[in-house]
């Protein structure tokens, strides 16, 4: 795989690390050439001076040519700009990074979807190890083409899970509810605000995120 990341921060520099030794293609898009210079001898891949949230830089890393973007600066407005003209342009996938949880309801009616909060991320993995539990053992559980998918309930309140007509190879397992966890079956009745998780082969994925996109749910409301 090709993949580009905006930013040569730490977590960049640590993702693009792991990814390198795994055998992937690596671009990092930075606008400061001391450290382009300075990650030179440490890193095996391409480096490309400039500002990533610049059409012109991110066509130079060549779209259609690359599996992932990731937008990892230390600012969110740049994120998510860089994330925005990258998917205009064509990029497969775009993963930018937010600090500010105010972001988050932006990101998905920005369609958005694999917006990733660190510090949200770190401080449940603390809190889950405080209280012994791994949440690394679920990469032990989930392997080949199984995959989660996570939705909010919104026009489906009222529904029950039978109701949803999930995809072929998809299940909905479980939800979260006032911050609450519970198991779901086909009885479930779903509310405004439920967080449902679903577990699914990697081919419905596409279905999945079709049927539940932020932004064409707007689009129908106006």
Known sequence: MRIAFVGAGEVAVRTAELLIERGHEVVVIENDQEKIDDLSDKLDCSFLHGDGSKPAILREVGPEQTDVLFCLTDSDQVNLISSLVGRSLGFKRVIPSIQD??????????????????????????????????????????????????????????????????????????????????????????????????????????????????????????
């Not at 909905?172 to 509810?177: A, E, F, G, V």
């Not at 509310?191 to 932004?215: C, F, Q, T, Y």
């Open 101 to 222: 949880p105010e972001f988050e309801g932006i990101c998905w009616e920005l369609d958005l979807k694999d917006t990733i909060l660190p510090s949200r991320t770190v401080s449940r993995y603390l809190a889950d190890m405080v209280e012994g539990v791994d949440i690394l053992e679920l990469s032990t559980v989930i392997k080949g083409e199984a995959r989660f998918f996570t939705f909010t309930v919104d026009k489906e309140k009222g529904k029950s899970v039978a109701d949803l007509d999930l995809p072929k190879n998809t299940r909905l397992i479980c939800y979260y509810r006032d911050g609450r966890f519970f198991l779901a079956d086909d009885t479930t009745k779903l509310r405004k605000g439920d967080e449902m998780v679903v577990l699914a082969h990697s081919e419905a994925i596409g279905e999945l995120r079709e049927r539940w996109n932020p932004k064409q749910a707007n689009d129908d409301e106006s």
